[in-house]
């Protein structure tokens, strides 16, 4: 008679089960929800400013949709390249918000482009959700108003060229529907600050507590 090694058995259903958490978020306690947010993706992007809140945003069951502002097929400032899922002029009209990761050339492509710029200001001026990381702060909303008048933080330096607004150092900042951060080290707690503001707390915690954070 054949004998079952129980604890081999229990791990492969735990790997199973994990696979299918990754594969599925909403299926494992995820909160399931409807709203779809764009990421920008412009040639230079900093790749973890933009994988984690991709990442985390999916796992809250949330529609997230990558924008190439100028191809689908985007590289990262380190060279690493990515697919985006429709170029910047296919974005659906209907959304929740933007993400601008940070990243140089990358913020800088995003700031020159006027269908980007425009998006943002329509999205901020609909009350929804921005949340821009490391240089895009200072390089994107700064020179466009979007900071007028507000709270934010950005990656040291880029907050120089910013008026009118007042800088903090804190690791994410959050003023009404404006979401910042500093740079990649700062790119989970961004994350899970715009899971909470769109999929609520306990999405978040539930992220947080999963993806072993601190």
Not at 42 to 48: K, L, P, Y
């Amino acid at each position: 008679m054949r004998q079952v090694d129980h604890h081999a058995a229990g791990n492969s259903r735990n790997y199973l089960l994990l696979g299918r958490c990754l594969l599925s978020p909403p299926a494992c306690g995820y909160t399931q929800s409807m709203k779809r947010i764009v990421v920008l993706l412009a040639e230079g992007f900093e790749e973890v400013e933009a994988a984690t809140p991709i990442d985390f945003l999916r796992r809250a069951g949330l529609e997230v949709i990558t924008a190439g502002v100028s191809g689908k097929t985007v590289t990262g400032a380190h060279g690493v390249p990515f697919t985006a899922d429709v170029l910047l002029k296919d974005v659906p009209a209907e959304l929740e918000g933007v993400v601008i990761p940070g990243g140089m050339p990358g913020a800088a492509n995003i700031a020159k482009s006027a269908v980007a710029v425009e998006l943002v200001k329509r999205l901020s001026a609909a009350g929804k959700l921005v949340a821009a990381i490391c240089a895009a702060p200072g390089v994107v909303l700064g020179p466009n108003g979007f900071l007028k008048g507000k709270r934010f933080t950005c990656y040291p330096g880029f907050e120089k060229d910013v008026s009118g607004a007042s800088f903090s150092e804190e690791r994410v900042v959050v003023d009404g529907n404006l979401v910042t951060s500093r740079g990649p080290g700062t790119a989970a707690e961004f994350a899970l600050t715009i899971v909470g503001h769109l999929a609520g707390r306990e999405a978040a915690d539930r992220i947080h507590k999963d993806t072993l954070q601190e």
